[in-house]
Every structure is written in structure tokens, then in C-alpha cells.
């Protein structure tokens, strides 16, 4: 599904930039040449095909790219360790061990020499 998804994606994101490429520039590229102010949203301008198509594919990449986002997150999406259980296989950790008995403390013996005394 996400494959699918993802060819639509990348054939709006070819067809935007194509209708890009189309439309007719009314900024005058970076101030240089014709252009203005006077043209800017003009009935004419708000009802072109090309304009709208524009907005349509626009909003088609967007839905797209979130819809993308959300089904990569579902697939790939932490579990608890409730949910996961014991790892199968060789790296599987082995079960615990009984707990060994902590060792008796070797005997008290007389030291041989005195010690010095400690220093306050």
C-alpha cells in the first residue's frame, strides 16, 4: 500500500512541477523586464486552469506526504515488551539462573603484627 502511495506521490509531485513550469510568470524574474503590481489577482488570474490545477496538486502532494508519514509510523511504530514477548533464536538471552548463595566470610584471623594506630 505504501508503494502504491508513493508512486501517486511522486507522479503529482512530476505533474506540479510540470504546471509550474507552464504557467506564465507575472513577477517579471526578480524585478527585471515587464511585470508589476497591476496583473496580480485580476479575475483573470483567479480563474485560470493553470491556477487552480496548481492548487489542486498542491493540496493532492500534502494529503499525500501526511498520508505517507502516518502508514510509515503504523508499520514502524515501538510495541510495549508486554507486546513483544521472548526474542526467538540465537540471540535469544537465556532464562535466569537460580540465584547462588552469597559465600560465608572467610574466619576472622589474629593479625601477627599490631597496626598502627589511626591518625585522627
Known sequence: ??????????????????VVLLQKSEGGALGMGGGGMSGFMTGRSTANLLTR?????AAAFMTTSVLLVVMHNR???PRS???????AGPAAPSPPA?????AAPPPASEPTQPSAPLAR
Not at 537460580?98 to 552469597?102: E, K, L, T
Open 81 to 87: 515488551i508486554l507486546e513483544q514477548g521472548l526474542p
Open 53 to 57: 490545477v496548481t492548487a489542486i496538486l
Open 75 to 77: 508499520e514502524h511504530a
Open 98 to 102: 537460580a540465584p547462588i548463595a552469597p
Open 1 to 18: 500500500m505504501i508503494i502504491l502511495l508513493l508512486a501517486v506521490h511522486i507522479l503529482i509531485a512530476i505533474a506540479l512541477v510540470g
